[in-house]
């Protein structure tokens, strides 16, 4: 059974923003941070944007810093607003939680709490 659920990916032009979201689903995830990463194909998970439940901290990678934002809802649903999409942002997208409540981190090996994840397709 899958504890977070994407949806909001897609086909985009360049340019174009897109918004995505993960919603928990069989678990409560209230004291967890929440993560996103993109995997592209024949490359490894990336980490991109991480939000603490508690203080509200987020952290961004670099590559996406100013152009992606992460935010959380009263519902523990998470999202992930894009813009000024490029073509190498196109990856399938994926939201995590850690293996343990109120702990923030950006290390991938620590999210143990995975979706799907949902297709995000740029074209130029």
């Known amino acids: 059974q899958e504890e977070l659920v994407e949806s909001g990916g897609g086909l985009v032009q360049a340019g174009d923003s897109l918004t995505l979201s993960c919603t928990p689903s069989?678990?409560?995830?209230?004291?967890?941070?929440m993560g996103w990463f993109r995997q592209a194909p024949g490359k490894e998970r990336e980490f991109l944007a991480v939000?603490?439940?508690?203080?509200?901290?987020v952290y961004y990678a670099d590559s996406v810093k100013g152009r992606f934002t992460i935010s959380r809802d009263n519902a523990d649903k998470v999202y992930l607003q894009m813009n000024t999409l490029k073509p190498e942002d196109t990856a399938k997208y994926y939201c995590?939680?850690?293996?343990?409540?109120?702990?923030?981190?950006?290390?991938?090996?620590?999210?143990?709490?995975w979706g799907q994840g949902t297709q995000v397709t740029v074209s130029s």
């Open positions: 069989g678990r409560d995830f209230e004291d967890y941070s």
């Open positions: 995590a939680a850690p293996f343990r409540p109120k702990f923030v981190t950006t290390t991938p090996s620590d999210f143990y709490f």
């Open positions: 939000i603490s439940r508690i203080s509200g901290t």
